[in-house]
């Protein structure tokens, strides 16, 4: 069956919205994508008709609830490939999901080890590292990269040979550059010199299949927004034997199994890292999205994205005094385009391509210590989605082109 833009648009109301007399054209999915109707209805149908706390009743709704929230962690499991559903932990975003690793498996570290994570960075993949290396004596080795945008293996192993590397945090796909890294190579690396390694799948999640059994990575996270889910809801996978020696990362409701006035003892997992109400109606439509992606032909998908950016990089490369930042080679591209202009602030650039309907994102991404390397304050980024179109494209050449000249008068 051939791949059906068409079919798959009329699923995501926003996409008929209007921008004054224009019809949106959004190529921001990167930031966040946008969410077809099942979703939606899954979201209503959770408040509309199972609406009660998880694992906090013997009532019906409350067994409903917890039915539901149930159902939404082996959806995950089984999209992740992960061994047991106990392995995922429901987050509010990839954010939360990292710094629950740099606080709970950071505190198993002491002074003297070291974590090693790449310059290709989102800022939720370097902050919560920074944050647990101030005073703790745990030191940060910078990750570089190579020409065409990869994590450097070579410049990795000589890191990790010094046998002081206790995790590796890197991005599975970049959010600039749009290269997917060696991930396979690089867990295999560390493995082999003692370090574990959490990878931030924020952006992999959407665009390709992921497999953590075959990939052998410790921890893994994404945000359900980028993946057409809700927002409010992230994934954080992490194999048993890790999960189970950390501490928790919050205290409070739902994560314990006894309090006493001497102490507490935690929950098993996954409620150890799961404290308070838990945000079960994005849940539902988490699991709906995860369920619609799955339901796609995957390699239709990736090759109906391909193409776009393919389009996109013949078109961009023809206007003057753009520079595309990263490999021009479409087949080395998943996601998206970033890109500046000679004279040109992206935000000015972006601001009126917005005002025509046209989105795209404009700044430094949050990753900075990226665009500090490549010499450059901030850029323009077009990303793709299953529900873009070549026309979708063409209409942002134009726009873009028409703000070029306004801008340069």
């Known amino acids: 069956m051939a791949y059906d833009v068409p079919s798959i648009r009329r699923q995501f109301p926003i996409l008929g919205k209007k921008v004054g007399k224009n019809t949106l054209c959004y190529l921001d999915s990167a930031a966040t994508s946008q969410k077809p109707q099942c979703v939606i209805d899954a979201v209503m149908d959770f408040y509309a008709n199972k609406n009660a706390n998880v694992n906090r009743g013997v009532h019906a709704l409350s067994e409903e609830a917890t039915i539901a929230h149930d159902a939404a962690r082996e959806t995950v499991r089984a999209f992740l490939g992960a061994k047991h559903a106990y392995e995922i932990i429901f987050t509010k975003n990839a954010t939360e999901a990292i710094n629950l690793v740099a606080r709970s498996f950071g505190d198993t570290l002491k002074s003297g080890d070291r974590i090693a994570l790449s310059i290709l960075e989102h800022h939720s993949n370097i902050v919560p590292w920074m944050q647990l290396s101030e005073g703790e004596g745990i030191g940060l080795d910078w990750l570089p990269m190579t020409d065409d945008g990869y994590i450097d293996v070579t ?210 991404h949050c990753t900075q210590p990226l665009h500090k390397l490549l010499d450059i304050p901030a850029s323009t980024r077009l990303s793709v989605a299953a529900y873009n179109t070549v026309e979708e494209i063409d209409r942002c050449i134009s726009s873009l082109q028409k703000a070029i000249f306004l801008l340069q008068k």
């Open 155 to 364: 410049a990795t192993e000589i890191i990790l040979k010094k046998g002081k590397t206790k995790l590796v945090a890197v991005s599975g796909l970049s959010n600039v550059l749009g290269t997917l890294q060696p991930l396979e190579k690089i867990i295999e690396m560390a493995h082999k010199h003692g370090a574990v390694v959490l990878v931030d799948a924020s952006q992999l999640a959407a665009h390709e299949t992921i497999d953590v059994q075959k990939l052998d990575c410790d921890f893994l996270a994404f945000s359900g927004h980028k993946t057409y889910a809700p927002t409010g809801i992230g994934v954080l996978f992490g194999k048993a034997e890790l999960l189970k020696k950390m501490p928790p990362f919050l205290g409070g409701g739902d994560m314990i199994q006894t309090v006493t006035t001497h102490g507490f003892t935690p929950a098993e997992l996954p409620r150890k890292f799961e404290a308070g109400t838990v945000a079960a109606a994005d849940a539902a439509g988490l699991r709906a999205a995860l369920n619609w992606m799955t339901e796609l032909d995957m390699k239709a998908m990736q090759k109906h994205e391909a193409s776009l950016l393919t389009h996109a990089l013949t078109a961009l490369q023809k206007i003057e005094g753009l520079r595309i930042l990263g490999t021009t080679n479409p087949k080395k591209r998943i996601g998206c385009i970033s890109f500046v202009i000679h004279g040109i602030h992206p935000h000015d650039l972006t601001d009126m391509m917005g005002a025509e309907g046209v989105c795209l994102r404009a700044g430094h």
